[in-house]
């Protein structure tokens, strides 16, 4: 016997669907949702966000940095941006703001970004919306996913060196964001001195949380393969040198060929 779905049954399905995708100009897709803001000292960013991005999440991208749930995904979405726009035409500009994701955190079911001060008043025609904006203290939004736009370098992805543990020498993480608008990194190899075969080989890096990923118990050199969806890069290590890792002039021209 064939099963009938009930009328009301779909209705609700499209009332729920209407509930959470909006619709955009460009035709990309756009979600509805609301957003907060939390209180810094400067308004900006957090040195212990769960991305781990330490001092540079106070200044990252500008200070318009948010926290988030479900878009965090275990730290994939750590560096990812968004375009959001509050939707009281009366008080938001039609500019919004794009806020990057530096932090987990949640405020109820319906909220999907706690922002900085600095994000949050963005969306603002002026300052008379912004007082009132933040007197409200939560907003109706729509979002969507962008391509990022700090770190002016012209690679999608940033790569940092976080540290070399002195009580652990043979201990090192890294930083690694994606500034794409599709996909996230997925995994992240590390070229690292082989000395019985006097050569490099890869390793594999584990994500220790946010976007920190670390490695023990070899000499790595500045250069990594990054996994983003199907594709993989590879990218160069900031900072690397200045701790002093291995990476002498033979290892560096190992590493260039596997580049170019």
């Known amino acids: 016997m064939a099963f009938k779905t009930p009328l009301y049954f779909l209705l609700y399905v499209m009332i729920l669907s209407f ?36 001092e540079w999440g106070k200044k990252f991208n ?3 940095v948010a926290a988030v749930s479900k878009l965090f995904k275990d730290g994939k979405g750590c560096g990812t941006c968004y375009e959001v726009k509050c939707k ?32 949050y008043g963005e969306m603002a025609k002026d300052e008379e919306s912004k007082r009132y904006l933040f007197k409200k203290g939560v907003v109706k939004i729509e ?45 992240v190899k590390i070229f690292v001195k082989d000395e019985k075969k006097e050569k490099l080989e890869l390793k594999e890096m584990r994500r220790a949380y946010g976007a920190v990923w670390d490695i023990a118990n070899y000499k790595p050199v500045p250069f990594v393969k ?5 594709e993989e890069y590879f990218q160069w290590v900031e900072g690397m040198d200045e701790d002093k890792c291995e990476s002498d002039d033979h290892s560096a021209k190992q590493a260039k060929d596997h580049l170019n």
């Open 19 to 54: 509930a959470t995708f909006c619709l955009a100009a460009d035709d990309e897709p756009s979600y509805c949702s609301k957003a907060v803001y939390y209180k810094s000292e400067d308004g900006e960013g957090t040195p212990n966000g769960a991305c781990g991005l330490k």
């Open 88 to 119: 009281d035409k009366k008080w938001c500009s039609e500019k919004g703001v794009k806020i990057a994701v530096t932090d987990y955190g949640a405020s109820g079911e319906d909220v999907d970004f706690i922002m900085s001060e600095k994000g």
């Open 143 to 187: 979002y969507k996913r962008v391509k990022c736009d700090y770190e002016k370098e012209k690679s999608d992805f940033v790569v940092k060196y976080d540290k070399k543990d002195s009580k652990w020498p043979d201990y090192h993480s890294l930083v690694a964001l994606y500034k794409g608008d599709k996909d996230y990194i997925e995994k």
């Open 62 to 64: 500008d200070g318009k």
């Open 226 to 230: 990054i996994k983003k969806g199907k």
